[in-house]
Each structure stands twice: as C-alpha cells, then as structure tokens.
C-alpha cells in the first residue's frame, strides 16, 4: 500500500514518470515515513513500474467501458531507466 500511496501524492504534486516518483520519494521521505511503513526505504523506481504495472487497470470503471488514454503516452513509453 505504501508504494500506491507514494506514487499517487507524487502524480499529485507533478510526477510524471516511475523515476520521478521515486526522487519525489526520496525528497519527501522523512515525512512520508511518519504515515507509512518503509522498513527498506523508498522503493526503486523498476518496483514502482512494476507494482503500478501488476494492478488491474480495469477494476475502477464500471463494465464496458475503458480508461481515457494517458496524454502523451505510448506504448512502454511509461517505464523509465537511469541510461
């Protein structure tokens, strides 16, 4: 639940991909810490891709319908490495 939670107040505040969720997480870590558990620290930004990745995009709408398209993305385009 703690990487969900980070990763939506990250969207919040302007993130815009798995690698600034985890800076957003790294720079807010001390305060996310007095409300989450983070035993081993701020996750990487591949585990943050692959949580988001593993949940069921689909749960949240009703049946029969889709998701709207994520401006600006294509496909994979949302998975960001440290090149």
């Known amino acids: 639940m703690a990487?969900?939670?980070i990763a939506?107040?990250?969207v919040l505040t302007g993130a815009d991909g798995f690698?600034?969720?985890e800076r957003y997480g790294q720079a807010k870590q001390l305060w996310l810490?007095?409300?989450l558990e983070l035993p081993h620290g701020i996750p990487f930004h591949n585990t943050f891709g692959r949580v988001m990745g593993a949940l069921d995009h689909g749960?949240?709408?009703p049946s029969g319908t889709k998701p709207p398209p994520?401006?600006?993305s294509t496909?994979?385009?949302q998975y960001h490495t440290n090149s």
């Open 3 to 5: 990487i969900v939670t």
């Open 33 to 35: 810490e007095t409300f």
């Open 19 to 21: 690698v600034a969720i």
């Open 59 to 61: 749960a949240q709408y």
């Open 70 to 72: 994520m401006s600006g």
């Open 75 to 77: 496909s994979g385009s």
């Open 8 to 10: 939506i107040l990250a």
